[in-house]
């Protein structure tokens, strides 16, 4: 059974999307009606922008879900048995199943950029990635760095086994680092991102957003959309909707999405968008489905 799954923040790079745009008329016309729903265009910053450039989160996140979703639309390939998506992948993933259409899917997303950037200006704050101890023992130690009142730390995206990100206020996530690294991790390694994403800490970014979303049309979609919160498929769009609104304060169960799918019986994972990183986590958790890009 075939799935489509959609990468987050972080996958972006300088000439995503060129070759589309240039050779695909349906692709052109998709991203110069992103260009004028935006009112600026994202289109010369992701053919001809600086990594600097591509790297701000009101950029990166709408380059990444333009990407990911003319990718799907223009490879001509069957519809998907089953959709899930990384982060900022689920709008991509929701928007391939039919339960956004390509513009609300675009302003949604835009809408979540800005909040995001405005809740990490208003509070420093930081992620890490745990390499090589057990979700258990991570969780654990965040919660007594937590407990002493130096910040809050938390899981914040479970990768695949073994893999683990925190995500948190710089001075906690760093002593949860140093406690992580002496309980057996192989790395705890910082992460270059503009603040803690899919921690309490944005909050302020969640109200912002639910208010957007709660305006915006969903459709049942055409298959299930396997969603972050608690990684199992959702059709009904209010609760696709509410799913979708606690993501941003809420841990990426990447891992349980991904087991999930294959306990539902997908075999063969197509990722959509730029980068690898999915291909990579999938062949991590099971060695006994396929996962490769568009073909």
């Known amino acids: 059974m075939k799935a489509f799954v ?46 600097e450039d591509l790297r701000q989160t009101k950029v990166t996140q709408p380059a990444v879900f333009l990407h990911s979703v003319i990718s799907a639309i223009c490879m001509g390939e069957s519809d998907p048995k089953m959709t ?3 982060s900022l992948g689920e709008f991509s993933a929701l928007v391939a199943a039919g339960a956004l259409s390509f513009e609300d899917g675009l302003k949604l997303v835009y809408a979540r950029a800005m909040a ?9 704050s930081t992620m890490a990635a745990i390499i090589g101890l057990p979700d258990e023992k991570v969780e654990e130690i965040c919660e007594a760095v937590s407990k002493k ?34 309980a057996g991790a192989k790395r705890a390694l910082p992460l270059k ?13 969640k109200d912002e957003l ?4 709660e305006q915006t049309a969903f459709q049942t979609p055409k298959c299930p959309v396997y969603q972050n919160v608690d990684g199992k498929p959702h059709t009904d769009p209010a609760e696709i909707k509410a799913n979708l609104i606690a993501q941003l304060t809420s841990s ?11 306990q539902d019986g997908a075999t063969d994972f197509t990722e959509c968008g730029p980068g690898k990183a999915l291909q990579g986590m999938i062949a991590k958790i099971s060695k006994e489905v396929t996962a490769h890009g568009i073909e």
């Open 6 to 51: 959609f990468p987050g923040q972080g996958a972006q790079f300088v000439g995503m999307g060129k070759d589309l745009y240039d050779n695909n008329e349906t692709a052109k016309e998709l991203f110069e009606k992103a260009n004028d729903i935006l009112g600026f265009r994202i289109t010369d910053v992701m053919f001809n922008g600086t990594d």
């Open 84 to 86: 899930a998506g990384h």
């Open 116 to 124: 995001m950037q405005k809740a990490c200006e208003a509070q420093p």
């Open 149 to 182: 009142g130096i910040g809050v730390v938390v899981p914040a995206n479970y990768n695949n086994p073994g893999q683990l990100v925190i995500s948190g206020n710089i001075e906690a996530v760093n002593e949860a680092c140093e406690q992580l690294k002496a």
């Open 193 to 205: 991102v503009g603040g803690a994403f899919h921690s309490p800490l944005m909050q302020p970014a």
């Open 210 to 213: 639910q208010a957007a979303i």
């Open 252 to 262: 990426v169960r990447w891992t349980q999405c991904v087991q999930n799918m294959i």
